[in-house]
């Protein structure tokens, strides 16, 4: 794991410390120590889909001002600030729209992608208007996908990051698991088509995971977090399937984005 700058800034605020003990002039302090350059990459799980209050400039990205990344910005005032994370992002969308803003003083990194490669949007529109049978048929198609084809694509992803932004360090988001099991849900999918949805965010957190760290990047788990938050749990974070606005639906709340990625986010820093 790279030295973050907020490991620096922390180290920087004993020193100053010490120096006010000892005497030492404020000039020899380095205050560079106290820069903090962020760049927010990824999918619509950091664009902030779900949670409302979108910046118009973003157009079809839907860039919230509630999304975990404007959010950690807001506490921590980084010295500069690029969010260019997007809804139904891709790994191919990543690389040819998203690292203008990486070079060699960005500091930190936040991103998660994946979910849109693994057709995401697919597995659940198969699984609410189709057969049992068919939705799990559909993941297992998405996990075979996850097995063989997404760690290339991760790792071009996180190649061109590193390429761009050799000293930062970078956190890569996982994604939550979506229903709480003998939940409170007394209709729509059944108990099988959920479990099995689970199951499979848990195989593509663990094939982001792999990568993430075959990078040296740290990856923020963010099922604890959401655990007792699920669909089905009476307390969700997550937005059910919603025929008025589809594009939300399975996607963090408000409360998901702060109470789920944010601190998620957050402890890897």
Same mark, same amino acid.
């Given at each position: ?22 005497? !030492?002039?404020? !000039? ?21 889909v779900g949670a409302g209050s979108y910046d118009s400039a973003s157009g079809n ?16 005032? $980084? ?21 203008? $803003? ?12 994946? /979910? ?8 659940? #529109? #198969? ?23 997404? $760690? /290339?694509?991760?790792?071009?992803? =996180? ?5 761009? !932004? ?12 979506? =229903? ?19 199951? !499979? ?25 959401? #655990? ?18 589809? /594009?939300?639906? =399975?996607? $963090? ?9 944010l601190p998620s986010f957050t402890s890897r820093v």
């Open positions: 794991m790279k030295l973050s700058r907020i490991a620096a800034f922390s180290s920087s605020l004993l020193l100053g410390a010490v120096l006010a003990l000892t005497g !030492a002039g404020p !000039a020899q302090a380095d205050d560079r120590a106290l820069a903090l350059d962020y760049v927010a990459l990824g999918d619509s799980y950091s664009s902030g990205c839907k860039r919230s001002t509630r999304a975990y990344p404007r959010l950690w910005a807001a506490a921590h005032s $980084p010295s500069s600030f690029a969010f260019t994370a997007c809804s139904g992002a891709r790994t191919g969308d990543v690389l040819s729209g998203q690292l203008a $803003p990486l070079n060699s003083a960005t500091d930190l990194v936040s991103i998660t992608i994946g /979910g849109n490669d693994a057709g995401f949007s697919d597995v659940m #529109t #198969t699984c609410v208007l189709q057969s049992e049978a068919t939705c799990i048929n559909r993941i297992n198609q998405a996990r075979s996908y996850v097995n063989t084809t997404l $760690p /290339g694509q991760l790792d071009s992803v =996180y190649t061109a990051i590193s390429s761009r !932004a050799p000293s930062a360090q970078v956190v890569v988001l996982g994604y939550p698991r979506f =229903y709480k099991l003998g939940g409170s849900c007394l209709a729509g999918l059944s108990e099988n088509e959920r479990s099995a949805i689970n199951s !499979a965010a848990d195989y593509l957190n663990a094939a982001i995971a792999k990568r993430a760290a075959n990078h040296g990047y740290d990856f923020a788990d963010v099922v604890p977090a959401f #655990t007792g938050h699920e669909i089905c749990s009476g307390s969700a974070w997550l937005h059910s399937v919603n025929w008025l606005n589809i /594009g939300e639906s =399975y996607h $963090p709340t408000a409360a998901g984005q702060s109470g789920g990625y």
